[in-house]
Structures are given as structure tokens and as C-alpha cells.
């Protein structure tokens, strides 16, 4: 994980508001509830809570499979109930709490609705569009920068739940993940 340092970015909202490291664990294990909701469709187990003035407004879990819908990642749909239980698009006295480090598609959206805080439990070495295949909102070229944090006491948990998923998605001596 090349860029495992916390960034600071764009002030979005006073950061006295928004959840400190203190505060993780408790989100965090409302996303690690979320994902466990999305095996039981046969969709990759990965939850995102968002929060707001310290109480969960939103949370969601994947649902690509059962919605057939390539853009139903849990970040994504998290961020729409929260725009919708707010009223508003910018999200910018917001955190975002997801299981694994968000994909391109989601993190540009944590971006585009001006998400203050993304914190994530588990690196996507592959796809993370955070600090790992790529540094989407450390993003010079961005207008918002949201900070971001991993919460590395969660990683455990959410690799469990991934290596559970795909061991039950591959055949007898198959060792290629089918999700």
C-alpha cells in the first residue's frame, strides 16, 4: 500500500465535526453488518455507512447482482440515500465509511458529492482508487479533496468476510475467484 498516510485535504467541513479515529470502530462495524447483507444475494460483501453530526444517515451494500446493475457498488449507493435523507447533492459535512478502499468509480463519487471524510477498513491492491492501484483523492487536478484514513483494526474482519465469499463462489481445486 503505497500511500498509507492519512491526507489532510480540502477543508470541507470543520473537522471538530466530523467523526475522529475515535469514532471508526463504531461505523465501522455498522458497514461490516451492511456487507454481510450483500452475500446473501451472491453479491462481493463490501457495506458503507454515511455519516453525519456523529449518527449514520445512510447505509448500504453492494447489490450489483441482485439488481443487475454494474453501478451498484455500496459506496455509490450509500452517498444516493444520503443525498436523498438530506436533500441535497453536496455531502460536505460528511464522512464515508466502507469496508474496502473505494474502486475509481466510487471514490470520483466521494469526490463529486463532496464527501469530507472517506475512511475504509480493508486496501483493494488491485482496484483502490485511494492509495493503492491509484490516489484518486489525493488528486491534484480534483477541486475536492476529501481526507482519508484507513482504520486497520477493521481489515481483518473484512478480509475474513471477502476470503469467506469467494471460497464459497469457487468449485472443488478451482482457485480463480468467479465475483
Same mark, same amino acid.
Given at each position: ?30 458497514? /461490516? ?43 455509490? /449507493? ?58 484518486? /483523492? ?22 475474513? /468476510? ?18
Amino acid at each position: 500500500m503505497s500511500g498509507a498516510r492519512p491526507h489532510s485535504g480540502v477543508p470541507f467541513a470543520d473537522p471538530a465535526t466530523l467523526p475522529g479515529a475515535a469514532d471508526d470502530d463504531r461505523f465501522m462495524r455498522e458497514a /461490516l453488518a451492511a456487507a454481510r447483507e450483500a452475500a446473501a444475494h451472491a453479491d462481493v460483501p463490501i457495506g458503507a455507512v454515511v455519516v453525519r453530526d456523529g449518527r449514520v444517515v445512510a447505509r448500504a451494500h453492494n447489490r450489483r447482482e441482485v439488481d443487475a446493475d454494474p453501478t451498484a457498488h455500496a459506496e455509490l /449507493l450509500a452517498l444516493r440515500e444520503a443525498a436523498a435523507a438530506l436533500g441535497r447533492w453536496r455531502l460536505t459535512d460528511t464522512a464515508l465509511y466502507v469496508t474496502v478502499e473505494p474502486c475509481t468509480m466510487c471514490a470520483g463519487a466521494a469526490v463529486l458529492a463532496r464527501v469530507a471524510l472517506v475512511v475504509f477498513a480493508a486496501p483493494d491492491e488491485r482496484a483502490g482508487a485511494v492509495c493503492s492501484a491509484a490516489e484518486l /483523492l489525493d488528486a491534484r487536478w480534483t477541486n475536492h479533496r476529501p481526507r482519508w484514513r484507513v482504520h486497520a483494526a477493521a481489515r481483518p474482519d473484512a478480509e475474513r /468476510l471477502l476470503t469467506d465469499f469467494f471460497a464459497t463462489q469457487r468449485g472443488p481445486g478451482d482457485e480463480t475467484p468467479t465475483g
